[in-house]
């Protein structure tokens, strides 16, 4: 995809999505709770196709620094629910879509780690940056402007507006500033409490009154006809059909849960001189960028409901997060990718996208 900076101001945008809007918010501490609109004049995507959401500027409210419960005392989520998981050390902590349906974006610190879980619900991408920038840490809002139906968050610390998908910031002082990304792992409820007993989870006591686990945009994501702003569509699948997408510049390489069946369950491939090691089954799909020695290793899949993933020809076992468990490599990890779960339609309106053949 090639961009370029259009010099336009933004006037009124008229389409809206009034539904997440319809209960009360608290304003930011020192942000104003009416703001102008957004008059910066530079965007590196077309500003006419920036629309506005409906709930204005902080209308969905972030979090910053939320509670938590541990998994056993967890009650308001079905085996069914998506979570995103992040690990650092022995800090596992879970960001059910539930929540981040109705807030989109949370702000954490995990030990040494600052984290912005942001999530999309009208693309279904969970994808995690690093609120360090530039040396300064900062916190991420939701500006209730949407690219290719896709969430813009905004730093609280220079007011920049990002695009979540891209990973960048598209208008303001750090326009052009790449998002550094860390790793979430997305799967189901009951996936997630068995892999992770002792882990904590994101709790409904948010400071906001919402009905969690109710999702704000009815039949939305499973219905593959309906969208509620406009974007491009590509029919090699349907539309909402979950994905995990690997990115690199402007291209994309999308793996579907179904190249994942009859026993199938990693897949050796290269991607734009890259080489990945792909893993899934009916719960999950995760990535590892294979590098230096570790490439020549060959994997077994041996997950049976625990954290353990995959054990290699020297008998290591790694995790879903790509972390080697027991064995020679102990505390080593598998390269992270650049990579997120969403919905098919959102990734070929950003990238180039090459879809997985088996």
């Not at 409210?61 to 967890?74: E, H, M, W």
């Not at 809002?141 to 920049?160: C, F, K, M």
């Not at 189901?188 to 006591?205: A, E, G, M, Y």
């Not at 997950?303 to 020679?328: C, K, M, R, Y």
């Amino acid at each position: 995809m090639k961009k370029k900076i259009f010099t336009l101001v933004c006037a009124g945008l008229l389409i809206s999505c009034s539904t997440s809007s319809t209960q009360e918010s608290t304003p930011i501490e020192g942000q104003d709770s009416n703001p102008p609109p957004v008059t910066s004049v530079e965007w590196s995507i077309p500003i006419s196709e920036v629309l506005d959401g409906g709930p204005g500027k902080d209308g969905i409210p972030a979090l910053i620094n939320p509670n938590f419960s541990p998994v056993q005392n967890i009650n308001y989520l079905r085996d069914t629910d998506l979570v995103l998981g992040i690990k650092n050390g022995d800090d596992v902590r879970a960001y059910p879509h539930p929540i981040l349906d109705w807030h989109e974006i949370v702000n954490d610190n995990l030990g040494d780690i600052s984290v912005a879980i942001t999530y999309c619900p009208l693309t279904g991408t969970g994808i995690g940056w690093n609120r360090i920038i530039k040396g300064n840490e900062t916190t991420f809002g939701v500006s209730g402007l949407l690219y290719n139906t896709n969430l813009i968050p905004y730093d609280r610390e220079t007011d920049s507006n990002w695009s979540q998908i891209l990973n960048e910031s598209v208008n303001g002082e750090l326009l052009g500033e790449k998002a550094d990304l860390i790793k979430l792992f997305e799967t189901d409820w009951r996936t997630w409490k068995s892999l992770f007993p002792n882990s904590q989870v994101l709790s409904i006591n948010t400071g906001f009154s919402r009905t969690y686990g109710i999702y704000p945009y009815g039949d939305y994501n499973t219905n593959n006809d309906r969208f509620l702003f406009p974007v491009p569509k590509d029919g090699r699948l349907p539309s909402k059909q979950r994905v995990h997408a690997i990115v690199d510049g402007t291209d994309a390489k999308a793996y579907k849960f179904f190249d994942f069946e009859n026993g199938n369950s990693i897949i050796r491939d290269t991607f734009k001189g890259k080489e990945y090691i792909i893993v899934g089954n009916p719960n999950f799909i995760v990535s590892f960028e294979m590098m230096g020695e570790l490439a020549a290793l060959d994997f077994e899949y041996v997950h049976n409901g625990s954290e353990a993933l995959l054990q290699d020809n020297e008998g290591t076992v790694w995790n879903v997060f790509g972390e080697a468990i027991s064995g020679p490599r102990q505390g080593q990890s598998l390269g992270d990718s650049p990579a997120f779960m969403g919905m098919w339609f959102s990734i070929p309106a950003f990238y180039t996208t090459e879809l997985y053949q088996n």
